[in-house]
């Protein structure tokens, strides 16, 4: 009879896997797999990210570098030119909450050429975003000009940061400024008397991208010397 039981019990164990277990089985590896699958997909989503926002951050860092750089040769065109007539008195032509456009001396002597930051609405392929330009007359603009051309002949226009914040919010602005102070950014001050700007370019986030954004509060030390 021992024997009888041990043949049984070898038998039954060469029978295999019966349907339970294999439905078991199953069940098990389809939860290891998802949860493996769900494990990657958030891995890539988070390399995704990490690398966008470090791109936005770069972007965002080279924009500042270059606006604050250029803000802070602004001059008037008196400072260039005593022999001035007309709107000499003031560096800047143009300063809204989106845009700038300012004498800039970058070197060239008794020269002074218009330089123009904005942001503007992005290409078609990014709808809903901004853009921030630069726009740089190749020639110096002619003393006492009271408006800003556009950029045509002789003017480089390049994109320095997309995915910007569209349209810009007066309540939000890109640029803001005030007098010698440094002080008070909400009261308008006349275009002659800026002598501080606060550049603020933020980015626009999505659901697995957190925004960015970069400030900085920029003083003009040629716009009010000599004042």
Partial sequence: MI???RASRRDRRDDGMTLVEVMVGMAIFTILGGLLTGFVIDMLRSSTGTSTRVSNVDQLRVAMDDVTK??????????LNPGCTGTCDAAFLAASASSVAFYANYGAAGKAQLTVFRVEQNLPDHPGTG???????????????????SCGAGCTKRTLATGLIWPVAAADPAFAFADDQCSDFTT????????CVVVD???VGARDNPGTSARSTVFLPNSVMGR
């Avoid at 308008?188 to 002598?195: E, G, L, N, T």
């Fill in 201 to 203: 370019l933020p980015i």
């Fill in 131 to 149: 853009r921030f330009v630069e726009e740089r007359q190749s020639a110096a603009i002619p003393a006492g000009t009271t408006t800003v051309p």
């Fill in 70 to 79: 250029a803000l802070r040769t602004a001059v008037r065109p008196e400072q």
């Fill in 3 to 5: 024997r009888a039981r």
């Fill in 188 to 195: 308008p001050v006349d275009k002659a008397d800026i002598a």
